[in-house]
């Protein structure tokens, strides 16, 4: 089992900043793999961020040169903080963390890739 809990999320005017942060605790190797999804009201869910247990990062087009992933792990738990620059209102939604162990052929933006999910933190840019 892994728990997940987000943080972080709020309110914010176009162009703002926000970081967002994760800690999971449990199994270790049921978190190798960790993610950031995101949902606005009527869309799908959306892989915008993975970052491996070696620190191996992608991210997902909509985000790629705005947002930053990164980690800190200890050994009974790890932190994974996503800082949002240069927030446009097209980044609101409700974010999640997730985590799953390691996949061969996996793809890490895909949410079947996942096991483990937080209960979410909402975001939401005003123009």
């Known amino acids: 089992q892994v728990q997940l809990v987000e943080s972080g999320g709020g309110s914010v005017q176009a162009g703002g900043s926000l970081t967002l942060s994760c800690v999971a605790s449990?199994?270790?190797?049921?978190?190798?793999?960790m993610a950031w999804f995101r949902q606005a009201p009527g869309k799908a869910r959306e892989g915008i961020v993975y970052?491996?247990?070696?620190?191996?990062?992608?991210?997902g087009d909509s985000v790629k040169g705005r947002f930053t992933v990164s980690q800190d792990n200890d050994n009974n738990k790890n932190t994974v903080y996503l800082q949002m620059n240069n927030l446009e209102p097209e980044d609101t939604a409700m974010y999640y963390c997730?985590?799953?162990?390691?996949?061969?052929?996996?793809?890490?933006?895909?949410?079947?890739?996942?096991?483990?999910w937080g209960q979410g933190t909402q975001v939401t840019v005003s123009s």
């Open positions: 970052i491996g247990s070696a620190g191996g990062t992608f991210y």
């Open positions: 449990g199994h270790v190797r049921s978190r190798t793999n």
């Open positions: 997730a985590a799953g162990p390691s996949c061969g052929g996996c793809y890490v933006l895909s949410s079947q890739t996942y096991t483990y």
